[in-house]
């Protein structure tokens, strides 16, 4: 009990802190860059796959949750992918980070197609929060970004996470001109009648074909005016280190709505995230190009004390982000595709 009120009192801790005074609170973590869809934005045609014995194991990956959360006061990791519930027995490892000293929260970002089969046993193994892509309310078009007859297997999905007792499913939306901006007052529309807490995201750079443009990233502000067109809503208090901004329907109806305007209105200034690949390679900034592997002392059983060193070299180095490229104008980089980091 004294290990788990001193981590309460998380304050106590030092904190991975970079020089710009951000200090990291969540984690990232991809736990395969395999995934059963092919979205255009996300990979391209032919993606090159880790190969299977540089991922990491389970007990690898939660060794450096507890590194970061019993030394450092970290407390929330997100998994992602690829597609995470393409992972074997990956409940198995929700457990092991959801139970590891320190860590208040523990969610998922998922296409949600195998959330039918697996949405009970997640929660049950300590799953908090689940956030699923929708790209489109169309299965004809959804097939065409994602190359896979899906549509109506992540339908399942979403009603399953519900009804295994996840609250505030959120569904996340990548908005592409051309592509589904027509549907974003559709979007919004599934959050104000069902309850839903939609996530519009500007699409980044980071296709792995190079394909992204400038003129097909619609920004927050279109998307907001044009919700707004229909709905009076209300903007809600940003939480700190939240990449989005949040909104709520004035008439009290359903759920919520967030965008995430990573390219046109990016919260760097406040970011607090810090994220490992699957193949254990620490990624300070989602739109730098430089990474650190990690992998060696993770794999070599070193001592907590010289992961620990390692983690607060890396988080010093952080970039300052994406914010000052676009204030420069500088043109975006294509640095890695969004499968081989997690989103
Ligand atoms: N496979 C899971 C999924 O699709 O939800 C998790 C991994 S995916 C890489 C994580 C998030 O990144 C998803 O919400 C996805 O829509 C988003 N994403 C993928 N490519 C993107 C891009 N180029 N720009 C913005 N978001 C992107
Ligand atoms: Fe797979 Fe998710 Fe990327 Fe789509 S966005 S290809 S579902 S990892």
Partial sequence: ?????GLEEGQNLPRLMDLYGRVVRKLRISVTDRCNFRCSFCMPETPAWIPNDSILSFDEITRFVRVCSTKFGVDRVRLSGGEPLVRKDIEKLVAQIA???GIKHTCMTTNGTYLAEKARSLKNAGLQSVTISLHSLRPERFEKVTRVNGHAKVLEGIRAAKSAGFVNVKLNSVIVRGYNDDEILDFATLAHDEGFNMRFIEYMPFDGRKSWQMEKVVSGDEILARIAKKYRIVPLERERGSTAVNYRFEDGAG???GIIASITRPFCSDCDRLRLTADGKLVPCLFGDKEYDISPLLKDDRADDEIAQFLKEI??????????LIKASAELKHVR???QIGG
């Fill in 255 to 257: 759920g919520e709505f």
């Fill in 337 to 339: 595709a969004m499968y």
């Fill in 1 to 5: 009990m004294a290990l788990l009120s």
């Fill in 315 to 324: 988080v010093r180095l952080k970039p300052p982000g994406v914010e000052s």
């Fill in 99 to 101: 139970f590891t000293p």
